[in-house]
């Protein structure tokens, strides 16, 4: 029988691993907890609607990439009997699971009236994103991400350029704590609603006039999303699309001013960061600012950390208040990637504070028990079986932990124990009642 694999591009993610995880996690809560954000959880799977509204039908998101359960899969689903008890309208339903997280917390910002209270909401996320791409290194279908979102009536300063700067100031902060080196910011302004509709028509007036010289992807993008023919990559079109009609050079005067004072403020507090003309980004929501943090360590061709931007139709286009917003998706996979390639390979797994070694069955229970107290008081603790030999149990101790102590018949009616520490060689006497305070140092 063939054995069962984990999914293309899924994954599992193991400890030593899991541990950088937590670190790049516990490092996004603290940095954004300063900047007063609050966690929302958002479900994973989300009416398909949502999707196809909020991130737009012509995306390659939408049109490509989602895992969508269809009102038609019921039927085999009925035939085979496995429907009994369902609901009328869970049948009638399409359901996606979610390919990003932005368009599900706007959803719950509408349906909770969270504009009701007059505040600027900042909410962040973290957690699976589900996308049918091609796997590669760096690229998953099912990846992680860690992402905020700042949203809120005009009224609360949800479209000052301030909100803007502070973002990107804090994903500075956040990398810079987390130790990234290298990390690039590009900014770039794709304008307001208004100024959309005057620069894809020029858009495509010129590329009526070149589309025919590009890539067959360019050619179709340029009918049906003439926007993402700036993303291309194709070594070939570039200095055909290099010379396309800048948006710069179409933002209307309110729009100018927007990005001239991010800029301003981001110069202001030192944040450095490169203009790019073409960074449209590829999902239909983005107004005005756009942004993407990039790394070249280890990541290869996928070497986008992180992306975002303003949003400021969004919640009207999923039929909520006016609520502008701006926010970003950082993609924790790749996040990792790059602290491992900058620690010049995996992780080694950390150690525990000690080796517990019952010497003899009959000292089992005494060590659960002695175990059982250095735990709750805070140590990590690995117990070993009074069935090993003296000698495999110091081999043991010596790849798990950082300190060994014996357990025999003499020790557990003596109270007075003996600490070794590998690293050191040194032996320590302690009686039972300070061992904890004696493990509990580095
Ligand atoms: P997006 O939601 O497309 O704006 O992407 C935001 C960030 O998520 C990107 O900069 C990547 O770091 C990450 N990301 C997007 N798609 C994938 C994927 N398929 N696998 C891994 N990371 C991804």
Not at 73 to 94: F, I, L, P, T
Not at 243 to 255: C, E, Q, R
Request: aromatic letters at 8%; one cysteine or more; hydrophobic letters at 40%.
């Amino acid at each position: 029988m063939n054995t069962l694999k984990a999914v293309r591009g899924t994954r599992d993610l193991l400890p030593p691993e899991t541990e950088l995880w937590h670190h790049v996690e516990a490092t996004a809560r603290r940095v954004f907890a300063r900047y007063n954000f609050g966690e929302i959880r958002t479900p994973i799977f989300e009416d398909t609607l949502l999707f196809a509204r909020g991130v737009g039908e012509e995306t390659d998101i939408v049109s490509k990439e989602m895992y969508t359960f269809t009102p038609a899969d019921d039927v085999g689903r009925e035939a085979r009997g496995q429907d009994r008890g369902r609901a009328a309208s869970d049948k009638a339903q399409s359901l996606t699971l979610r390919p990003e997280n932005t368009a599900g917390v706007v959803r719950a910002y509408i349906e909770h009236k969270l504009g009701e209270t007059g505040l600027l909401q900042k909410l962040y996320y973290m957690g699976p994103q589900f996308r049918r791409e091609r796997p590669q290194k760096g690229r998953y279908r099912q990846f992680f991400q860690i992402g905020a979102e700042v949203i809120g009536p005009p009224s609360a300063g949800s479209e000052s350029p301030l909100r803007d700067a502070e973002v990107l100031e804090m994903l500075a902060s956040f990398l810079d704590e987390l130790g990234v080196t290298g990390w690039r910011l590009a900014i770039n302004s794709v304008g307001s609603a208004a100024d959309r509709p005057r620069y894809l028509a020029a858009l495509r007036e010129a590329l009526a006039a070149v589309a025919g010289s590009l890539c067959g992807d360019c050619q179709h993008r340029a009918h049906t999303n003439p926007l993402r023919v700036l993303d291309c990559k194709v070594p070939a079109d570039q200095p055909v699309i290099d010379a396309l009609p800048k948006i710069a050079d179409y933002l209307d005067d309110a729009s100018r001013a927007h990005f001239a004072a991010v800029c301003a403020a981001l110069d202001r507090c030192g944040v450095r960061y490169e203009l790019n003309a073409r960074l449209v980004r590829g999902i239909d929501y983005y107004t005005r600012t756009t942004f993407e943090f990039t790394h070249d360590a280890g990541l290869g061709t996928q070497n986008a950390l992180l992306g975002g931007g303003r949003y400021d139709g969004l919640s009207e286009m999923l039929g909520g208040p006016r609520a502008p917003g701006i926010g970003f998706a950082i993609g924790a996979d790749r996040l990792v990637l790059t602290l491992q390639s900058q620690a010049g390979g995996a992780a080694a797994p950390s150690k525990a504070d000690v080796f517990l070694a019952p010497v003899g069955e009959a000292q089992n229970p005494a060590a659960l028990v002695l175990a059982r107290e250095l735990r709750r008081s805070g140590l990590r603790v690995e117990l070993g079986d009074g069935s090993f030999r003296v000698k495999k149990s110091f081999e043991l101790a010596d790849k798990l932990a950082r300190r060994i102590v014996l357990l025999g018949e003499d020790e557990v009616a003596s109270g007075m124990l003996t600490v070794k520490n590998f690293a050191t060689g040194e032996q320590q006497k302690v009686v039972r009642g300070e061992l904890a305070t004696a493990l509990s140092g580095a």
